[in-house]
């Protein structure tokens, strides 16, 4: 007689209907219905993925012509979940102009919270480059965190955007 319990695997392999080399990273487009839901920061190694989709060819197309013009203005339809909390943090986040900073103390301020609230909300943002927590920095004017780190990758992929930027 077994003694093992029944354990639920799930599949953790990512379905991308797209990836698109950028010079810092590959983006990994991943699309649910007609809703963009993530945007992943890949290895730069990692293969190019035509896109499997419209909506996932337009993402593309978005996400290049950002990368060529910063000041592109996306137009997509995303499917932003997160809580009520973290969704006001990236409602604030997109009103930041492309070549302009807010720190996280600022946008704090701006919806009665605290800094480190506002940074893991950061930290959980899904669809980063169209909501650009990029563009939110420390209040000394330092770059602080990214992705969740203080160094490293995620940070390299900060600088980059916001020199493109000409933040």
């Known amino acids: 007689m077994s003694r093992l319990k029944n354990i639920q695997v799930t599949d953790s392999i990512k379905v991308y209907q797209a990836k698109l ?10 699309i649910e219905e007609d809703w963009l839901t993530d945007i992943e920061y890949l290895s730069v190694d990692t293969q190019p993925l035509a896109p499997q989709s419209y909506l996932a060819k337009e993402v593309c197309r978005q996400l290049q012509a950002y990368l060529t013009e910063p000041s592109f203005r996306f137009d997509l339809s995303l499917h932003i979940g997160g809580t009520a909390h973290q969704r006001r943090v990236w409602q604030a986040i ?13 946008i704090a301020t701006q919806l009665h919270s605290a800094p480190r609230a506002v940074g893991r ?6 669809i980063p480059i169209i909501i650009p927590c990029h563009r939110v920095i420390a209040k000394n004017g330092g770059l602080g965190g990214f992705m969740n780190a203080s160094d490293g990758n995620p940070l390299e992929i900060k600088r980059w955007l916001l020199r493109h930027e000409s933040a």
Do not use: M, W
Not at 21 to 30: E, M, R
Not at 94 to 106: C, L, V
Not at 121 to 126: K, L, P, T
């Open 94 to 106: 997109q009103t930041i102009p492309s070549g302009k900073t807010s720190s996280y103390a600022e």
């Open 21 to 30: 080399a950028a010079p810092f990273a590959v983006l990994g487009i991943i």
């Open 121 to 126: 909300a950061c930290g959980a943002n899904r």
